[in-house]
């Protein structure tokens, strides 16, 4: 279908909650895809921190294709290999000791919000659970996960919204302490703030709230929805900071592009939700698993190395230019602060010529597939190098 009216029909049928950049994809491998007339485009995005391994990688399409082709969904009434196969190695990875899987990454937070909250009912007794999140956060638009977000942007229209919640400022262990109540029986954190403007918080502070969490019994909840599975350098960002959570929610490039998310529970807590408390008709669907699996496979130690290699050339490339203010972030989550020019006109420009990025707030935020290649690095740092200083 030819573009206009591919978007005619979009925007006829599809619910407007989306600003959809001016182009169709129809094609991807790796770093570049194309649009519906032949366009080549360099991906900057990976379709929002999802495709670990870039468009349609070969070893990854076959798993997902064999896994379709011999049984692609069973209800978790059954057992299934791809299923136990990935929790294993997520626990392997992480020492965390279970996983309960879903479809995305405000389902995993909805799951650790309710296991936060027995917890702290089963534990102390606690009626009315309250969880510590921060400001700026970003944790998911389901009405808790909306609500664990701490931006009054998100808090508009659809009050009520869940109690429970008291939000703190990033990097101020005093209001930390200040906000901890004989009902808090969690906080939960993301490393670096994503949706907030790609912001890493200080390793001291992260450092303090896994104290504070060991000390009063809190759990302590990091959400790697945006951080995890190779995007900062390390397989979860909080592997950074010297911390051990015990409950990590991890979703986008676990799947390498399909939906899936995972609740991993330390053992702490991971006896809390038992038989019918918790559930999803997805979650595990051996299809989904079987890219996990891959996933999993290719980002082992000397991946993660070139991650860190890449980002750190990229981010020297970036801090370097006169219209850049500021890089921020960590690994390939990169944040970029502009001098002058706006941030969304950027965007638009860089499509025009052939380069995909995002933004965050008011900076760029670029996602590049973790394994991108130093051509197509260096054609995307040209272009948006050319957008910048025109
Ligand atoms: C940190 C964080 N948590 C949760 C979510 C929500 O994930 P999903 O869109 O898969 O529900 C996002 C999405 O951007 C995120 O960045």
């Known amino acids: 279908m030819k573009h206009e009216e591919l978007k005619k029909l979009d925007q006829d049928t599809i619910l407007g909650t989306y600003a959809r950049n001016d182009v169709s994809l129809v094609w991807g491998r790796g770093a570049v895809c194309r649009s519906e007339d032949g366009k080549r485009y360099i991906d900057f995005t990976s379709g929002i921190g999802v495709n670990a391994l870039g468009f349609s990688d070969p070893q990854w399409a076959e798993a997902v294709g064999r896994q379709a082709a011999a049984l692609q969904h069973t209800s978790n009434l059954y057992y299934t290999e791809p299923c136990a196969l990935l929790a294993e190695r997520l626990t392997a990875r992480t020492g965390l000791s279970k996983v309960f899987f879903c479809n995305s990454g405000a389902e995993a937070n909805e799951g650790a919000i309710k296991a936060a909250r027995k917890y702290g009912f089963e534990k102390r007794g606690i009626l009315r659970p309250e969880i510590i999140t921060l400001e700026n956060s970003f944790h998911g638009r389901t009405m808790a996960t909306v609500s664990a977000t701490g931006q009054n942007v998100f808090h508009k229209f659809f009050a009520p ?97 399909l939906p899936i998310g995972a609740i991993l529970f330390g053992e702490k807590c991971d006896a809390v939700l038992g038989p019918g408390e918790h559930g999803s008709t997805f979650g595990g669907n051996p299809v989904a698993c079987a890219g996990g699996l891959v996933i999993l496979d290719r980002i082992d130690e000397p991946f993660l190395e070139e991650v860190r290699r890449k980002a750190a050339y990229i981010t020297e490339a970036l801090a370097k230019l006169p219209s850049v203010r500021s890089v921020s972030g960590l690994g390939l989550m990169i944040g970029v602060e502009l001098a002058e020019k706006n941030a969304k006109e950027v965007v638009a420009a860089c499509a025009k010529r052939g380069l995909l990025i995002l933004t965050a707030k008011e900076k760029l935020r670029l996602l590049p597939p973790l394994n991108i290649g130093a051509e197509e690095t260096e054609e995307g740092l040209f272009i948006l190098r050319e957008v910048l200083e025109s």
């Open 161 to 257: 919204f869940l109690e429970g919640f008291a939000y703190v400022p990033a990097d101020d262990t005093a209001r930390l302490r200040a906000a901890v109540t004989a009902d808090t029986c969690a906080v939960i954190i993301e490393t670096v703030q994503g949706e907030g403007g790609v912001v890493a918080l200080d390793a001291a502070f992260v450092r303090d709230i896994a104290a504070l969490c060991a000390k009063r019994d809190l759990l302590f909840i990091i959400d790697e929805v945006q951080t995890g599975v190779g995007r900062t350098g390390k397989f979860y960002a909080y592997e950074h900071f010297g911390v051990r959570p015990d409950i990590v929610t991890t979703a986008k490039a676990l799947g390498g592009g």
